[in-house]
């Protein structure tokens, strides 16, 4: 690693970002220091945590910084804070491996612009994630209820950091534990133990494999990308199909927390019994209108060519080109063969797709159970063979909504429709989340959440 001197340091920056960056070495801001053979790395506390890389090649020094002036100055005063005490304690940094995939590949003497910011990028996602892991350490030996505040508003930090980096499952971790230290801080916290253990196991799970992929060793399969680190997918990564049937079983409009409106469209071919999604992803901070919501599909329509990506199921497909069909099908009818009827096979599907560790914490499905029960104060679904499944009821189904009676008596009074909605854990316990309601007369759509205007 070549050395450097505080004067080529102020020759990088204007004058009030050297003595800025000073002030901040000075107050002891810069923290989680390393190097490899050819970069810096640190978390700089300021506003926020921010994460920090610093590639000395040669006689060429570029930075990259999760702060916003980062964008407009080639070194901004984190990243010559990181250089200042790189040159006045160099003890400090200690020697790592965050080699990339990128980094080994390269054979010339520069790489393209595009290029050295993909690599320098990997490297802040590198140390974010060796920041994860220590931060999973200290959370184990610490306990649920010896966090100390710090250590909560260091999480939330870090997470803000992972998230800008496109770490999303494991920025979701983070967050998970955040809130629960949050919760467990609390005068009288509820037992949580359990849920402690399973987040931190998650957390080092996901940062273990983040850490593998980043060093080439294991990298992540085309199934967990997305998942993982938020990948965008080009039309040449998808698989192709022509001639599909397909109708929507729900439609939703989501916010996510990290700022992005979420129009879908929950699909089933009508064929195969196949789930599908069909997604409009929109950031909040964009302007927009009634008119830039994706729009549901009422209709049982022909996709003449689907682009289908790469992820769990339900995978999310691109429609390139569709039609209504002409002749409209008894939805009910053709859908009654691919729904799950039994306890045991919902169940099954869950677990299935709940044992690998980085899959989604959901799964939709489509449910034929023999009828509603209503027990011990809460609704059940009920098998031929007795079996009961906990109904989470979030939402009421469309039938149900214009029934001036008790929820529980307009279940029990309903013949039993196709239902559709989530598989997912509520509270450590695994039940059915309803989002939609298909009976004879056609699929009744559960929305919530934010509405276009009607048109």
């Not at 983070?174 to 931190?200: F, G, K, M, W």
């Not at 009818?333 to 799950?340: F, G, I, Q, R």
């Amino acid at each position: 690693m070549r050395t450097m001197t505080l004067e080529e340091i102020r020759g990088l920056c204007d004058g009030a970002t050297f003595q800025n960056a000073r002030r901040i070495v000075a107050s002891g801001a810069v923290q989680e220091t390393s190097r490899t053979d050819t970069g810096l790395f640190a978390q700089v506390k300021g506003t926020r945590l921010y994460t920090v890389a610093v590639r000395l090649a040669g006689d060429k020094i570029t930075a990259r910084c999760t702060c916003p002036a980062a964008r407009f100055t080639p070194i901004c005063k984190h990243a010559a804070a990181v250089l200042i005490l790189w040159v006045e304690s160099p003890e400090r940094f200690v020697l790592g491996s965050i080699e990339t995939v990128e980094e080994r590949r390269e054979t010339g003497p520069s790489l393209p612009r595009a290029r050295r910011e993909k690599v320098e990028r990997s490297e802040l996602q590198a140390q974010s994630i060796l920041q994860a892991l220590k931060l999973a350490l200290l959370l184990a030996r610490e306990g649920m209820l010896n966090a100390p505040s710090e250590r909560i508003d260091q999480l939330r930090q870090v997470a803000e950091n992972l998230s800008a980096l496109k770490a999303r499952r494991l920025a979701q971790a983070v967050e998970q534990i955040t809130a629960l230290l949050r919760t467990a801080s609390d005068e009288n916290p509820p037992v949580l133990e359990q849920t402690y253990a399973e987040l931190l196991t998650g957390l080092w799970l996901t940062a273990r494999a983040l850490q593998e992929h980043y060093s080439g060793r294991r990298p992540l399969p085309d199934v967990q990308r997305e998942e993982m680190l938020g990948h965008t997918w080009r039309d040449r990564d998808l698989e192709i199909r022509e001639g599909v049937r397909l109708t929507e079983l729900a439609y939703e409009n989501r916010i996510t927390p990290t700022g992005f409106r979420l129009d879908i469209s929950h699909l089933i071919d009508l064929d195969h019994g196949t789930l599908y999604r069909e997604m409009k992803i929109v950031p909040l901070n964009v302007p927009s209108s009634p008119a830039d919501y994706k729009p549901p599909r009422p209709r049982p329509f022909l996709a003449h060519r689907i682009g289908i990506y790469p992820g769990y199921a339900p995978r999310r497909i691109k429609i390139f080109s569709d039609q209504l069909l002409p002749d409209l099908p008894d939805v009910r009818a053709v859908l009654e063969p691919y729904a799950l009827r039994s306890v045991h096979a919902l169940r099954a599907a869950a677990w299935e797709h709940m044992s690998d560790p980085f899959a989604p914490p959901s799964l939709t499905a489509l449910v034929a159970p023999a009828k509603w029960v209503w027990w011990r104060g809460r609704a059940w679904l009920a098998d031929k063979a007795g079996e009961l499944f906990p109904l989470w009821i979030r939402t009421i189904p469309e039938h149900l909504q214009k029934e001036e009676r008790p929820l529980e008596h307009g279940l029990l009074a309903k013949d039993m429709p196709l239902l559709f909605g989530y598989l997912q854990i509520d509270d450590g316990e695994l039940g059915f989340l309803p989002i939609s309601a298909i009976a004879e007369d056609g699929v009744g759509l559960l929305r919530w959440g934010i509405y276009p205007a009607a048109p």
